[in-house]
């Protein structure tokens, strides 16, 4: 029988077999952990000196294309990973949902490094603050890598999800992580760890793999170190109250189980679309992954003359579920992920019952398909209700983490978001209204309470990923017994793995650090246009600045017949005279195009298209009569390594625009960003 390895230090370590895992389908052994002692001391210094090292030698740009290498390996590769995490219970919905949602993640992420991040290992959080009365002075916040490890503790419910939504943000962020999985489904993490290690992308030592205990690990921690958690919210305390953790002040993020609920508001009849589509996300995330979502609803809240016609719906709609072995055909529902979750779950069934009544599930003939599955850890949905939730609801507190919900009557929609907020704080609820009035009043209310609201109605539900489905660019987390932590959320994950700091000096030294021209900083000016510069050419603060041009009565004619904007402050004089400027002024995209004609290079050269425009401000009308100029200057440089049609690599260049008039007034700022090409090879 095969014995899994930990990953630690650049080897596979692992060879006396300990933990039998079973099959959760069948019972059979799958892999036994393993007994070998692994030195945490070694592994941590491992990480900061060899992982941090050859993280830092790559920049965000490179490390996002690394993960995209990873992803398209990892997906080359999934059919493995699917017929492995069969044993785990899982159909092949719910892999999708774990293994292909990871990849999909690490794909987000990618993609989101190669958008937004620079290139180099410093990030910019502008804006910056002058601090001196003539701009001698001024600060500025930047992020850079923090120069620890990241432990990630994960959850047995998604063995490559999990891992993955922790691990594409910290590589990015440019830390190396060590991985610990829960241990009934590690064997799944392990193939996954090893897949990501054949695919050539990971750098010796960003990534590292736990099975089994973490041992003395948190001993070895420093300052510098990250500890990410999901599980339940006891062990998240336990892990959280080390006494080093609290000594050294390490950050700690928990992401915990959460009585997460589903709400049915008045507005909504049986007659409605939306009524039926509130029942099918219920079934929906009672049933993936078995129930065995942290996101999954167990709260289920419906207007007290509405309860018998859910409830019968509900019934309808769970009896059509078959529950067993997943690689038999017609199956919809798995297994729990260990005979122990089993037993959990049916001990936390017996205590709802004491506050509830059973709808669904409980009979003694329940019978999984498949051979073999009386061995297995499965269990039918359970649905219940609690009649008289003024008299006490244990669903409020006591979470069966399987195929189980509980509805509770509610007399009117505040009641139902105040019996809401009795779960302490929850990962997401979803909001099923036709009526847009009722959203904007609940939702901020509802908001307080969880990290994400589902609002769902016939148009959403169209596109909708479902309420149990945490997306790359939207936080993950909640308050209070969620956790207090935060996951996801775009790109602001990297950001939980960079230190942020605020710098002050000159703007000449701000520029220096940021990387990014600071408007006051010493400027470079050449007799070449900085249009004719190639990528690598360009320098951060090579500026041009433009000669004059002078509005006049035809140019504000002109253009708005050409654009077709005849606004009145434009071609009415006695409509402008009474306005706040006292005299007709030119369009403010006049102002743009003409500073555009002012410091574009008209002739052939590196620069190959306009690629946006940010932060514009119009500051200061400008009449027919003002002169005005365009200071042009080099401010960020984004080597992305992307390819034009003729195959040429260039980069994307951010380019600070000042356009001033004849009185040195500002009247326009913004940012235009361009694609140049790099010097062909």
Request: net charge negative.
């Amino acid at each position: 029988m095969s014995v899994l390895k930990s990953f630690i230090a650049g080897q596979w370590v692992g060879e006396k077999p300990a933990k039998a895992l079973p099959s959760a389908v069948n019972g059979e052994i799958v892999a036994h952990t393993h007994d070998d002692t692994l030195d945490f001391k070694n592994a941590v210094e491992y990480g900061r000196k060899v992982g941090g090292k050859n993280l830092m030698a790559m920049d965000f740009q490179e490390r996002a294309l690394a993960l995209k290498a990873m992803a398209l390996y990892l997906q080359e590769h999934k059919k493995e990973l699917y017929a492995l995490s069969m044993h785990t219970g899982s159909t092949k919905g719910d892999n999708g949902i774990d293994i292909d949602g990871g990849f999909g993640t690490l794909f987000s992420y990618a993609s989101m490094g190669r958008r937004e991040l620079p290139s180099g290992n410093v990030v910019h959080e502008g804006p910056v603050t002058p601090l001196g009365k003539n701009n001698h002075f001024a600060g500025t916040h930047i992020l850079v890598p923090r120069s620890g490890v990241a432990v990630h503790i994960d959850a047995y419910n998604f063995p490559v999800w999990g891992m993955l939504e922790k691990f594409a943000p910290t590589f990015l962020a440019g830390m190396p992580s060590i991985v610990k999985p829960a241990t009934s489904t590690c064997y799944v993490t392990e193939l996954a760890v090893r897949l990501m290690q054949e695919s050539g992308a990971l750098p010796e030592g960003s990534l590292q793999l736990i099975i089994g205990s973490t041992g003395d690990l948190f001993d070895h921690l420093e300052e510098q170190d990250v500890v990410t958690f999901t599980g339940s919210a006891a062990t998240a305390r336990k892990l959280r109250n080390h006494p080093n953790i609290i000594n050294r002040s390490i950050p700690f993020n928990a992401e915990a189980d959460s009585l997460n609920s589903a709400i049915l508001a008045p507005d909504v009849t049986p007659e409605h679309e939306e009524f039926d589509i509130f029942v099918k996300e219920i079934r929906r995330e009672m049933t993936a992954k078995a129930g065995q979502k942290c996101t999954a609803i167990r709260r289920i809240f419906v207007p007290k003359d509405k309860v018998n016609a859910v409830c019968e719906k509900l019934e309808e709609q769970l009896s059509k579920i078959t529950v067993g072995d997943p690689s038999v055909e017609g199956v919809r529902m798995g297994a729990l992920a260990s005979i122990d979750q089993l037993e959990d779950v049916k001990a936390n069934i017996q205590e709802l019952l004491k506050t509830s009544e059973l709808v669904v599930g409980g009979e003694d003939n329940f019978k999984a398909t498949g051979d073999g599955t009386e061995k297995g850890a499965f269990i039918e949905p359970h649905l219940l209700l609690c009649r008289n939730p003024e008299n006490g609801c244990g669903a409020h507190d006591i979470e069966a983490f399987g195929p189980v919900a509980t509805v509770i009557p509610y007399d009117t929609i505040e009641d139902a978001v105040e019996l809401c907020s009795r779960g302490r704080g929850s990962l997401v609820t979803t909001l099923t209204t036709r009526d847009p009035a009722i959203a904007g009043r609940v939702a901020p209310l509802l908001a307080a309470f969880h990290g994400r609201l589902h609002l769902l109605d016939a148009e959403a539900a169209k596109e909708s990923t479902g309420h149990g489905s945490p997306l790359p660019m939207l936080k993950h987390g909640g308050p209070g017994r969620a956790g207090g932590g935060e996951e996801l959320g775009g790109i602001r994950a990297v950001h939980h793995y960079l230190q942020r700091t605020a710098i002050q000096g000159s703007p000449s030294m701000l520029a220096a650090v940021t990387r990014e021209y600071v408007r006051g900083a010493d400027l470079i000016e050449t007799d070449v246009h900085p249009f004719r510069r190639h990528f690598e050419d360009l320098q951060i603060n090579e500026s041009l600045l433009t000669h004059r041009r002078t509005v006049t009565e035809a140019d504000i004619v002109n253009f708005g017949c050409l654009s077709g904007d005849h606004f009145y402050m434009h071609f009415d004089e006695i409509a402008a005279r009474d306005s706040q400027f006292g005299k007709r002024i030119a369009h403010g995209y006049f102002v743009l195009s003409a500073a555009a004609g002012l410091f574009v290079y008209p002739g052939e050269g590196p620069v190959l298209a306009n690629y946006g425009l940010d932060t514009l401000r119009f500051i200061e009308p400008v009449a027919p009569g003002d002169t005005i100029r365009a200071r042009l200057t080099c401010k960020r440089k984004i080597d992305q390594g992307r390819t034009s049609p003729d195959g040429h690599p260039q980069g994307v260049v951010v380019w600070d625009v000042q356009v001033h008039n004849q009185n040195d007034e500002m009247v326009a700022s913004y940012d235009i960003l361009t694609l140049v090409a790099k010097k062909p090879e």
